[in-house]
């Protein structure tokens, strides 16, 4: 891509001064990234129209939008900025009132006036992802859109010629160097990736619009993982996150495209995003840039914006002390690589100040530092709607002018940033957690204490239980075949074909750099003691050990359950279920009242469709098919012997999934089960699995034949299947 900019200097550049639909965001194809389309063979686009204010009471100050304004396009490019800016217009500190702006002339052919559903075409903005090795991710990396590239003109004789004569001399080179250069050309060459034909309509849409939320985020990460798996094995450039998003633009399947004043269906308060593309994605906050998004309508007789979402990200002197309340100073002349200047009443700045007047309900996103992320990335929280109570004109620290408004959050909502201050002053000092019995569960056996709280009844705590990290085998396991292992003498390399653990993985290494998981397999093998890696090798990930901070807490109504003070990206590893492997000899036991036991049943669903996006990738996708997961008769018992696993609830929309993993003895109908998190869970909620509905695992059905049994379902989700 373009060179990286500051979210402080996001210029949009006009596509024309007449009266234009909203674009969604177009993003740049990758080179060797294919894109399915359906329909006409015009370049893929998407336009966006408001809808109306989501229904709510509304001050007596603003009664919804003008007349005409929800079915208006967005967008309107405003009028010419004044060459310098002197300070703020008349009565911007009190009321700020928005200038008049020059009247736009007559629109295109296909624009057919307010309330037209008519969209511009438009050609997605095409650019080059450099090929270069594989630098880490950041979550908060903007990149620059290529209508801020200024490209040679054409009718430039020195350039063309300079542009010509190199790609002669390079034509010369590759003639050259024919018999010796073809395979390292192939070698370079991306591999091309598309969305295939058979499942590129794969529905974004659904009745419960949380549902479509969650289907969309899950399309985009499994996209994303499994991009950057590939990108990095060939040695491509990174931004594995914008690759996903163009195949997901291109074909539709983005949700919420119609900006609309107020929440946006399907998408929660405290919802955590670690891409900005992800909120373009899921309708939150259209500009994958800017700061500020907004929309433009036409009354009386002007052309008139009005913010509909801001982000506080670090970019500017914000100021986040308190949780119900966000000073937020406008955008614009902070760049670090042009020349800082006074921010412009203009753009997002100008429809800040109307909302000021109009006290139209604004969506904030707050942002927080990823705690696991090695490349310093972000995490962004929604913390709900939040309306203007006062602007004003201050001096910035560089010593230009800035735009200053104190927004006020909305009463009544769902805590939103507020649970971040709250688990991260407890994390500080875990002796203010309010309701806590016990300080550290484990006794010192986890890498962190595990605080055990009860906010609900007198209870003080669990059954009696030992705490243990790892499974125990009732016999010894079979230690005469070799443990596999690989010679790589620093880290395992994505790519390397010398290295036998990604061999035994498929050719992958199944983790990124931030230890998260790729793909969902069968049996997944990190390294073992005996590999000559080091202990930092990226593929030792689970065998470390749990790196959450847990708290074991009372529910209202099914015991103990198990949440985090962290942030859980999808991906992530939560923690082993440990205890008491039971082998053939133990299976008369009667285990149906032992309800601190796991059971190896084919995963749920949603865990068999975590693959999704991979196998969009017109791969064979037979990883993970119900049949291959039948194979491991795997219980294991938590009732005396077990960690926080054991407090895991089931659900019917659960936001774990179980994987098998393998890396300290060659048996694998012994293997570990690791949980790791299907989707993105913010702090505090807590963490379910699918125990299944499936019976018993092979091999153990008719052995005990109360293990097949059903218990009620309270997990209280919109699935539910009332038994599990």
């Not at 603003?62 to 009028?79: K, L």
């Not at 614009?332 to 100040?353: I, T, Y």
């Not at 998981?517 to 000559?532: F, I, K, Q, T």
Request: hydrophobic fraction near 30%; proline fraction near 9%.
């Amino acid at each position: 891509m373009g060179s990286l900019i500051d979210e402080a200097e996001t210029e949009e550049q006009p596509l024309d001064l007449k009266p234009l639909h909203s674009l969604a965001p177009m993003f740049p194809t990758p080179p060797g990234y294919d894109v399915v389309t359906t329909g006409s063979s015009d370049p893929p686009f998407v336009y966006i129209t408001p809808i109306q204010q989501h229904p709510g009471p509304a001050p007596a100050s603003f009664d919804g939008p003008p007349p005409g304004f929800c079915s208006s396009p967005q967008q309107q490019h405003p009028g010419p900025a004044p060459a310098s800016f002197d300070g703020p217009p008349p009565g911007f500190c009190s009321s700020p009132q928005p200038p008049q702006q020059q009247r736009p002339g007559p629109g295109p052919a296909s624009f057919a006036g307010p309330g037209s559903a008519v969209p511009l075409k438009a050609t997605p903005i095409s650019a080059a992802f450099p090929a270069r090795r594989p630098k880490e991710e950041t979550s908060d990396e903007d990149y620059t859109p290529a209508s801020e590239k200024r490209k040679p003109s054409s009718s430039s004789p020195k350039r063309t010629t300079k542009k010509a004569r190199q790609a002669g001399d390079s034509t010369a080179a590759t003639h050259k160097t024919k018999g010796d250069s073809t395979a390292a050309n192939i070698k370079h060459r991306p591999i091309r990736r598309s969305l295939s034909k058979g499942l590129a309509g794969w529905p974004s849409t659904s009745d419960n619009p949380r549902e479509a939320v969650e289907a969309a985020m899950a399309m985009f990460d499994s996209l994303r993982r499994r991009m950057l798996q590939l990108d990095e094995k060939e040695g491509l450039g990174r931004r594995a996150d914008l690759k996903a998003s163009v195949l997901m633009n291109h074909n539709n399947l983005r949700i919420n495209q119609l900006k609309t004043i107020g929440p946006v269906p399907g998408v929660e308060i405290g919802e955590i995003f670690f891409y900005r593309i992800e909120m373009c994605i899921v309708g939150l906050h259209a500009p994958s840039m800017a700061g500020i998004d907004y929309l433009s309508a036409k009354f009386a007789g002007r052309d008139e914006s009005l913010a509909v979402s801001i982000i506080s990200s670090g970019g500017y002197e914000n100021v986040e002390d308190e949780t119900d309340t966000l000073v937020y100073t406008g955008q614009g002349g902070n760049s670090r690589r042009k020349e800082k200047h006074d921010q412009k009443l203009e753009k997002g700045n100008l429809a800040l100040s109307n909302s000021a007047s109009k006290k139209n309900q604004i969506r904030v996103v707050r942002s927080a530092r990823d705690p696991f992320s090695i490349s310093g990335g972000k995490v962004y929280i929604y913390d709900g709607v939040y309306r203007i109570e006062d602007s004003w004109m201050d001096r910035a620290k560089n010593g230009f002018s800035v735009f200053k408004h104190r927004l006020r959050r909305e009463p009544g909502q769902p805590d939103g940033i507020s649970v971040w201050k709250m688990t991260n002053k407890w994390k500080a000092n875990r002796a203010t957690r309010e309701k806590a019995i016990v300080l550290d569960l484990s006794s010192g056996a986890e890498n962190l204490p595990v605080c055990l709280v009860n906010e609900v009844d007198g209870q003080r705590g669990p059954g009696h239980f030992e705490y243990v990290t790892g499974v125990k085998h009732s016999r010894p396991l079979n230690r005469n075949k070799p443990l596999h292992h690989c010679e790589c003498t620093s880290v395992c390399m994505p790519g390397d074909t010398n290295c036998s653990c990604a061999r035994q993985n498929g050719g992958d290494i199944p983790y990124d750099l931030d230890g998260v998981l790729a793909r969902h397999v069968p049996m997944l093998y990190e390294c073992s003691r005996d590999c000559h890696c080091t202990k930092d090798c990226r593929n030792r990930v689970s065998q470390k050990g749990v790196q959450l901070n847990f708290e074991v807490f009372r529910t209202g109504d099914r015991g103990w359950g198990l949440r985090s003070w962290d942030p859980i990206r999808a991906g992530a590893f939560v923690c082993e279920y440990a205890g008491q492997v039971m082998d053939e000899p133990n299976m008369n036991m009667d285990v149906e009242e032992d309800e601190y036991t796991f059971r190896a049943t084919c995963p749920s669903d949603k865990a068999l469709r975590w693959n999704l996006g991979a196998e969009l990738l017109e791969e064979k996708g037979a990883d993970a098919t119900a049949e291959r997961f039948k194979k491991l008769p795997v219980v294991i018992s938590a009732k005396d012997a077990g960690n926080v696993a054991r407090f895991i609830k089931h659900s019917c929309s659960p936001n774990l999934l179980w994987q098998a993993v393998q890396y300290d003895h060659a048996d694998d109908s012994y293997p570990h089960i690791m949980f790791f998190a299907m989707k993105h869970i913010p702090p505090m909620t807590e963490l379910t699995y699918d125990y299944g509905i499936r019976g018993a695992p092979p091999g153990i059905k008719g052995k005990s034949p109360l293990v097949c049994n059903l218990k009620p379902c309270f997990c209280g989700s919109a699935n539910c299947r009332g038994s599990f």
